[in-house]
């Protein structure tokens, strides 16, 4: 859910004029380094920090901004693998939707709260297959953006919540990731980007990322941040396509009755990672001021669940198709 919209008459970086615009900005999750074993889903696993492409929008009177965004995303079938174990193919439907309220509480930094929904529901062809029915995030979004300099932007947030299979609510499924990013403007047509996921219940739990955001001409543009690193061109003022490829990762706890019902007891109340990756393209239309509608189609090479606490992993390497539609909105 990125807003891929071209920057516009983007001016240098003033401090009042950059952290008004903030107040406008859209959650983001930034690129991770090429030698970097990195990825990103909405839940929350990668790096956030103001959004670069939102800081060229016009200041607001008001104080306050509210962001909302929702998607869905079909893919189709793959074999699901352990070694040479075939559990027969499952196919997958993701869905998310989140709504940010940001208050300007002084000149240098707002206060950002919100709630977010996640869930991946998969069907598989057997019944015993070791993958959950459906993982599932409902947090809170805690955090500020703080302006340091007038080039330097950061952004804190904390996302308390339950990430797991929901069929039996327990407090084992409560977490609280913590992502800091920051934007440093080198130019206003060329800004790097840095910063940390924080996730004691993954197996990963400290993970790295940095970006870059490079508008190289008033058409083209490198969004080189996760979870949706891309190349941009505007066709028109309301329509940019896209391409690249889409990183996730999100850690969940499954219930206590899991392991009993796939017949792996040493799955029950496990932790598990979820690795997916996504190479496509599609379009952006900019429907009307603060609103676009995103389509998009491609290919998932990798998917993987991995069990690691229980040293048990399932992963399908089928190219499954996927489609994909997404709606965002700022006021």
Known sequence: MVNRSG???????????????????????????????????????????????????????????YEFE????????????????NYGNFSEINSSASFVLSDQIRNNFILR???????YAFDTSSPVTPIPDSINALNAVIGGDIQLTSALLVRIEAHPGIYGSFKHATSRLFNVPITIGASY?????????????????????VIP??????????????????PRPQLQFSLTDKITLFAGADLRTGTFRMDNQFGHSVRLEKLNNAIMDYWEVRGGGGLTWAIWNG????IEGGLVPYRRFDFNRANFKVTSSDWAPYVRVGLSATF
Request: hydrophobic share 45%; charged share 15%.
């Open 7 to 65: 920057w516009g008459g983007m001016e240098p970086v003033p401090q009042m004029n950059v952290y008004s615009s903030l107040r406008r900005s859209t959650l983001a999750l930034f690129l991770a380094a090429a030698s970097l074993p990195l990825s990103s889903i909405h839940a929350q696993n990668l790096s956030v920090a103001p959004r670069p492409t939102e800081m060229s929008r016009a200041a607001t009177v008001s104080p306050l901004s």
């Open 70 to 85: 929702a998607e869905s995303s079909y893919i189709g079938d793959g074999a699901a693998t352990h070694g040479r174990v």
């Open 113 to 119: 709260l919100g709630v977010q929904w996640e869930r």
């Open 185 to 205: 403007f080198q130019t206003p047509d060329l800004i790097f980007i840095a910063g940390l996921s924080i996730d004691p219940n993954s197996n990963v739990p």
């Open 209 to 226: 990322a940095v970006g870059v955001h490079w508008k190289i001409s008033d058409r083209w543009l490198i969004d080189g941040v996760a």
């Open 291 to 294: 609103v676009n509608l995103d």
